[in-house]
């Protein structure tokens, strides 16, 4: 089965075309990065990457692939943004003590 983390972690790499820039922005090892892209290679059955020390290209596989994850990606990203909005406001919103109640 293929795990939507990997699909995003994916989608993350090729953006950048980096696996170290990837892995900063998602926060995860490049080895939990190079994990996922192997699962997924062998899971679909396809080489999605090409990787050497210098650079990483996309396969014709790969660049079907990430066609579609960018979706799943970009909604990551805004559930994340939501997410720390939230928590921002949380942090921000004035708190009442039982002393400022009206009576």
Same mark, same amino acid.
């Given at each position: 089965?293929?795990?939507?983390?990997?699909?995003?972690?994916?989608?993350?790499?090729?953006?950048?075309?980096?696996?170290?820039?990837?892995?900063?922005?998602?926060?995860?090892?490049?080895?939990?990065?190079? &994990? =996922? $892209?192997?699962?997924?290679?062998? @899971?679909?059955?396809?080489? *999605?990457?090409?990787?050497?020390?210098? +650079?990483?290209?996309?396969?014709?596989?790969?660049?079907?692939?990430?066609?579609?994850? &960018? =979706? $799943?990606?970009?909604?990551?990203? @805004?559930?994340?943004?939501? *997410?720390?909005?939230?928590?921002?406001? +949380?942090?921000?919103?004035?708190?009442?003590?039982?002393?400022?109640?009206?009576?």
């Amino acid at each position: 089965m293929i795990k939507a983390n990997h699909l995003v972690y994916f989608a993350c790499i090729v953006k950048h075309r980096s696996f170290s820039a990837a892995a900063k922005e998602v926060r995860v090892s490049k080895s939990t990065l190079s &994990r =996922a $892209v192997i699962d997924l290679e062998q @899971a679909l059955r396809a080489s *999605l990457l090409t990787r050497t020390s210098r +650079r990483v290209d996309v396969t014709p596989a790969g660049e079907r692939l990430y066609a579609r994850c &960018r =979706a $799943v990606y970009n909604a990551v990203l @805004a559930a994340q943004k939501a *997410l720390e909005n939230i928590e921002a406001e +949380r942090n921000i919103a004035p708190t009442r003590s039982p002393g400022n109640q009206c009576r």
